[in-house]
């Protein structure tokens, strides 16, 4: 089960994720990443505090992800990386490739960094 | 095996989180099994049957995928079976980029065997007939993976 | 079969959450069956996994049970076979006492076969050759059996 | 996983039951029981609020306790029977044989019906 709501933050759109992002639903956060990007929201926070597992392919959809925005001159970054999730950032060296920012104050270190 | 568990599943993306429930309960009947490396062997286990169902999907293989949990007093030994042939490709298992490699982050894949290495104390991967099995073990005092 | 999960566990009481939990997560892949369906199942398939255990135990067998959930589009079927020989009693099977009746909570057992019968719409034992199997069956659009 | 701890409230000892009673570990609670009516506890309360799931097993180890302390003549009674439990205790007519009291005011139901 995954479920993706969104809400705005300055120049950010941020993704709320709820649920486990593995081979079976990470094609939702794919077609939701690419739908945000075509709307042209280029700028991306995925929050990820709902989520308690995350697998390679969920990995590799964050990755593309970023990729995506970049190529359009925006950029994406991460909230609410804990437990497993920051263990396979870690194992993976994604924690160097990701700014992951702090849930709490999401809209002070978002809003600083643009 | 009297003391294992076997799970059988159809070749879909829908039953992975069954599998990862199976294998955190199998392994919490070990008390010599940590939360930690729990959750390692689920996230490992995750990923040796994301493969298979890859490669079943690769082949539209109806076959199904069979998970054996086995629980002995030193570890616990899972192994991930599918019927996806043929398996691997020749040489593609003497290489499995490390996770670190310059570059590797260009790609959106490739992650789950790296991963699975690092998560378990041994990880192997043997050719069979018609498919692919991939052992993956933990040892309940093992040395720490992280 | 080829939607089906499969599950072969010791005949040990402690794997008896683990079938509840494979139960619960491989009928809630079924959208058309509702919170209220899942636990009658997930309580009558646990009463008869306790039933082949105690089999088991009876005789001292150290062979395996299987269980089998079987997902078409209107129902969920398992079937519990164990491998306990002989299996009931010749007789045993047709005069499973209704739990209503006079004096039956005298006994502290004799609860299981009256529950499983109440909470799953179908089911049915059969003797096979070295055991038993008991098939529980809930329909997505059952008659609510409250 | 099973786990019981207890306390008093005035002739009565409360039970107070944590987890699953199914065939693993209703031993355990018939353990639990026989014990304290061994330790003079005729008058116990199976408190079951922490309690997910109760087996033919386990209703099984109920009725035990029951009768045993009727037989020294003392009485059982049991609280926060709800979802699962209330489905399993109604099916097997168990809810008219047992007095199942409120959670919420146990002293004052249990004081009043010596
Ligand atoms: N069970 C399997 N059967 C056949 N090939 C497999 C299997 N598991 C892995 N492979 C091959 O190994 C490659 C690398 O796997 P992995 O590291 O998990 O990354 P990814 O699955 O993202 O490609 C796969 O792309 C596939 O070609
Ligand atoms: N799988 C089985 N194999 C052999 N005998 C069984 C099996 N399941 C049930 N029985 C017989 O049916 C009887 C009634 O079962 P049940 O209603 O569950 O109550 P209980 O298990 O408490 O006796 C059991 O005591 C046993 O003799």
Request: proline share 5%; charged share 25%; glycine share 12%.
């Amino acid at each position: 089960m995954l479920a993706v709501s969104s809400s705005d933050a300055g120049r950010w759109r941020v993704l709320h994720v709820r649920g486990e992002i593995d081979m079976a639903t990470s094609p939702t956060l794919r077609q939701e990443i690419i739908g945000q990007i075509g709307a042209g929201h280029r700028n991306l926070v995925v929050d990820l505090a709902g989520v308690d597992f995350v697998d390679s392919t969920g990995l590799g959809v964050l990755i593309g992800g970023l990729k995506r925005t970049r190529s359009q001159g925006g950029d994406m970054r991460l909230s609410g990386v804990t437990g497993q999730l920051s263990r396979v950032f870690e194992l993976t060296g994604l924690d160097d490739v990701f700014t992951v920012i702090d849930a709490d104050q999401p809209d002070g270190v978002v809003g600083a960094q643009p | 095996m009297t003391s294992g568990i076997n799970l059988v599943i159809p070749a879909q993306p829908e039953y992975l989180s069954l599998v990862r429930a199976v294998v955190a309960a199998a392994a919490a009947l070990d008390p010599g099994l940590g939360d930690d490396r729990i959750e390692d062997l689920r996230i490992a286990v995750s990923e040796a049957t994301t493969n298979a169902i890859e490669a079943h999907a690769n082949l539209g293989s109806r076959e199904r995928i069979t998970i054996r949990c086995d629980l002995a007093d030193d570890r616990i030994e899972v192994e991930v079976e599918d019927h996806a042939d043929p398996g691997f490709e020749a040489g593609e298992l003497d290489s499995p980029g490390p996770l670190d490699r310059p570059g590797r982050l260009e790609y959106e894949g490739g992650m789950g065997i790296p991963l699975m290495r690092v998560l378990a104390d041994e990880m192997k991967i043997r050719s069979l007939d018609h498919g692919t099995a991939v052992q993956l073990v933990v040892y309940a005092s093992g040395p720490s993976k992280d």
